[in-house]
């Protein structure tokens, strides 16, 4: 009786193996994952128009401006303040990733006017773009 057992515990383990190493099975995977790398590419058109919001307020009395390193690139907020609170910002980082790095420039500022503080939470899976569009603001915030 222990050897059936054996056998046929060897038997269901070589089975599992065999099934979890199917070569057909990850070659329809890795093509699976190229056209989700492609996708970005194709829509950085959407941050142009953050930008030339970003020019426009530029030269309002009281803008304070400021750059901090962002998971692509640079990140450039531009801070509007009145007194001591923080009227608006608006970020801008063309080299974020799109969908990710971008959601970060499009809804951060938003909580930042709200709360009128850098102290909110980031925006998940944008750590990186979240510290630097809060660090950018803190650099422009001391600037004045």
Not at 32 to 39: C, F, G, L, Q, Y
Not at 110 to 115: G, Q, R, S, T, Y
């Amino acid at each position: 009786m222990k050897k059936v057992s054996l056998l046929l515990a060897l038997g269901l383990m070589m089975f599992s193996i065999a099934a979890c190493s199917s070569k057909e099975a990850a070659a329809p995977a890795a093509e699976a994952e190229k056209p989700a790398a492609v996708e970005p590419a194709e829509k950085p058109a959407t941050e142009e128009p953050v930008k030339e919001t970003e020019e426009a307020a530029a030269p309002v009395e009281g803008a304070l401006t400021a750059t901090a390193k962002g998971f692509g690139g640079d990140v450039t907020v531009t801070v509007v303040v009145d007194g001591d609170d923080i009227v608006s910002v608006e970020a801008v980082g063309d080299s974020e990733t799109n969908g990710i790095g971008s959601n970060a420039i499009d809804q951060l500022p938003a909580k930042i006017v709200e709360a009128d503080s850098t102290e909110v939470d980031g925006v998940s899976g944008a750590t990186v773009t979240s510290n630097a569009i809060k660090e950018a603001v803190n650099a422009a915030l001391a600037s004045k």
